[in-house]
């Protein structure tokens, strides 16, 4: 005989006092978002607002449809079926004060590859007032070069011919979008959630662009009827691994199939753009702004940028874990070094929040032991990230004619991060779509480092500046020529 019980509705009365549960009738709430892209960060995160404001304000019209789209989504879809869309969401604070908590704002759980139609028909309900995303960068479909919609996506072409199985989140919101102006029903706000600069701006100009080229006469009513406001959100989710299944299992004798683990910091900024009702989040934390770029700059080239910048000083140090390199005193100066000479300059305080204040934050939070974050996840598409984190930065800086040393010893330490191997020469993964061409690339830079920075989807203008190749140059020499840690230490006493 088991000695958990299964984490669904029946067995909520049930589960041990441990584990906080939900205290409303879940049967009482009215879906009135459809969220697409259920991932561990919706859970942890918007998922998670909302499961506050019913709770803690008995705000019962604004529960979340989920919808996925995608085929490896399927698992987590069964999961949360069989779970009547329940998990258990696992905060860790860094003082070792953790919670459990019952999450049951997603009411309604809907795959897209199973039953398109239906999906599409669910969304198009009157009920439904925003549909928010968290698709991440790929949903979007932008071109590597330009960073606009790229219309010629294998998988943005095919749904403009086959209408009515659809791939891509355009593929479907057209068809919404068609039935709602048809039934002469309202429109929506679209919410993007995802960690791209200008969310909303992103998704309103690719949408627009798909629906000129696959149906323009549904751009007025697009107009009239949908906005799309841009927000921040800001809240570090680890991948789910075994250990956390059995945790929840073990110490709460309750079996979820897919809990989420995150800290305990949470912030969402939005930008006050509603086509009609929204949510009361500001009675859970959330702010609405009438502009959001202060906020999303520091997160971006703080908490982003440095993520990025630990995972590869990391895994060269021999690390694996975030916690573990932020704890690394070499590494974590040099960090925060960084973003006192070379990010600090570029960007401005919040409405809320100093520049300071909120790099003390991060600091804090990277080194949280009971964040098990992985740095194989942090460095996963690099190529991706370093462009929209930390590029901005090293341009403003070049134009600016100030220092580029920290920015110029990241890129070379990502050359070399693409050999493949640590100072300890253990090889390790590298995770990039991209990874063909930079993994080339960078064996080619032995002989010239310049040859690294050849391809101009990514690098782009740089290549251009004189001062940047030859700094680049220099550190690459360097970290070649000493481990790491000595380039490290060297950088700290400014004497590299």
Request: charged letters at 25%; a negative charge; one cysteine or more.
């Amino acid at each position: 005989m088991s000695n958990f019980l299964y984490l669904n509705t029946e067995n909520i009365p049930s589960l041990p006092k441990s584990i906080t549960t939900s205290k409303v009738d879940r049967d009482k709430i009215k879906t009135s978002i459809a969220h697409i892209g259920i991932n561990n960060f919706h859970r942890a995160h918007q998922a998670y607002y909302i499961h506050e404001l019913i709770e803690k304000h008995n705000e019962m019209n604004f529960g979340i449809c989920g919808i996925d789209l995608l085929e490896s989504d399927r698992k987590l879809y069964n999961i949360l079926k069989d779970q009547d869309g329940l998990y258990t969401l696992l905060i860790k604070n860094s003082n070792g004060k953790h919670e459990t908590k019952v999450i049951g704002s997603i009411v309604e759980y809907f795959y897209g590859p199973e039953n398109p139609m239906a999906t599409i028909e669910r969304i198009a309900q009157p009920d439904i007032k925003i549909i928010s995303l968290t698709i991440a960068e790929d949903g979007y479909h932008l071109n590597e070069i330009t960073g606009e919609f790229n219309m010629k996506h294998p998988e943005v072409e095919e749904d403009s011919l086959n209408k009515f199985n659809p791939r891509t989140v355009f593929g479907y919101l057209i068809q919404v979008f068609n039935l709602r102006k048809k039934r002469d029903l309202p429109g929506y706000t679209i919410l993007s959630c995802d960690n791209i600069q200008s969310n909303g701006d992103t998704i309103k100009s690719s949408f627009l662009k798909y629906v000129n080229k696959t149906d323009s006469s549904l751009l007025p009513w697009l107009e009239e009827n949908i906005s799309f406001p841009n927000s921040m959100v800001d809240r570090i989710t680890t991948v789910t691994s075994p250990i956390d299944i059995e945790k929840v299992k073990n110490e709460h004798a309750t079996y979820d199939q897919w809990p989420v683990v995150c800290e305990s910091f949470s912030n969402w900024i939005i930008e006050d753009n509603f086509m009609f009702d929204k949510p009361v989040w500001e009675k859970v934390g959330v702010q609405f702004v009438k502009d959001i770029a202060p906020f999303e700059n520091m997160k971006l080239r703080i908490l982003n940028a440095g993520h990025s910048i630990l995972g590869i000083i990391g895994t060269l140090s021999g690390h694996t874990s975030v916690h573990e390199v932020a704890n690394n005193e070499d590494c974590i100066v040099f960090l925060e070094n960084y973003i006192n000479n070379e990010v600090t300059p570029n960007i401005e305080n919040t409405e809320t929040q100093s520049i300071s204040t909120y790099k003390n934050q991060v600091v804090s939070r990277f080194k949280n032991p009971f964040i098990n974050d992985k740095l194989s996840r942090i460095c996963k598409e690099s190529s991706t990230k370093i462009p929209i984190f930390i590029f901005p930065t090293l341009t403003e800086q070049l134009k600016n004619k100030k220092t580029i040393e920290h920015s110029a010893f990241v890129i070379a330490a990502w050359c070399k991060y693409y050999d493949g191997v640590d100072d300890f020469k253990n090889p390790f993964d590298i995770l990039d779509s991209s990874s063909n061409q930079l993994i080339r690339t960078a064996a080619l830079s032995h002989q010239n480092p310049e040859l690294f920075l050849e391809n101009n989807d990514i690098f782009k203008n740089l290549v251009n500046h004189k001062s940047f190749k030859e700094r680049f140059t220099y550190y690459l020499s360097k970290l070649r020529s000493l481990p790491i840690k000595e380039c490290l230490v060297l950088m700290n006493e400014k004497k590299l």
